[in-house]
């Protein structure tokens, strides 16, 4: 039974492992295209954020900066347009993106399938039930054979290691 467990767990870690070289592959690609990383990271941790919050972090650290003599946000146009428009097609496709991780957030939360706030027929309505689909298979790989909830753990007050099969 330890074997059985030993080799989930090495397979499992490859899978981290090569799902890390992906994710590293990925960000080097960008920094070689121009993308600053570092500033992708804070859009990142703001984008975690709901707008008002974000929008509260951002002004709050524009006036820490103020308080430390920084000139950073004096100027009254330093976040204008710089002509870097976002084409429609990727918007269109982010956006998509975006409603799909929604779905599956609220699927794998157990939201009801109806709940799904894009108007039927659209492309982002049918990402987000793709993404709510991808939730409650994540739920139903969770639970114990009989569907009822997850899968039994041995151990005190059911905190060990889930039971396998029984040699």
């Known amino acids: 039974m330890f074997l ?7 397979r499992e870690k490859r899978a981290v492992d090569e799902a890390n070289g992906k994710y590293r592959a990925a960000r080097k690609r960008a920094e070689a295209a121009g993308v600053d990383l570092k500033s992708l990271a804070l859009m990142e941790s703001l984008s ?18 103020g308080w ?9 146009d330093l976040f204008a347009a710089d002509g870097q428009a976002v084409p429609e097609k990727a918007q269109a496709e982010w956006r998509e993106g975006v409603a ?5 957030d609220a699927g ?5 399938r109806d709940d799904n706030p894009y108007p039927l027929g659209t492309p982002h309505a049918a990402a987000w039930d ?18 009822t909830g997850p ?3 041995r151990g005190r007050k059911g ?8 040699e």
């Open 4 to 10: 059985d467990f030993y080799r989930q767990l090495r």
């Open 48 to 65: 975690k954020l709901d707008e008002a919050e974000a929008t509260t972090r951002l002004r709050t650290a524009l006036r820490y900066a």
């Open 130 to 147: 793709r993404g709510w689909c991808a939730g409650q298979a994540v739920i139903a790989a969770e639970m114990g054979p009989d569907g």
């Open 68 to 76: 430390a003599d920084m000139k950073i946000g004096e100027q009254t």
């Open 159 to 166: 905190r060990g290691a889930e039971m396998g099969p029984q």
């Open 100 to 104: 799909e991780e929604a779905g599956y």
């Open 151 to 153: 899968k039994k753990k």
């Open 108 to 112: 794998k939360s157990g939201q009801n």
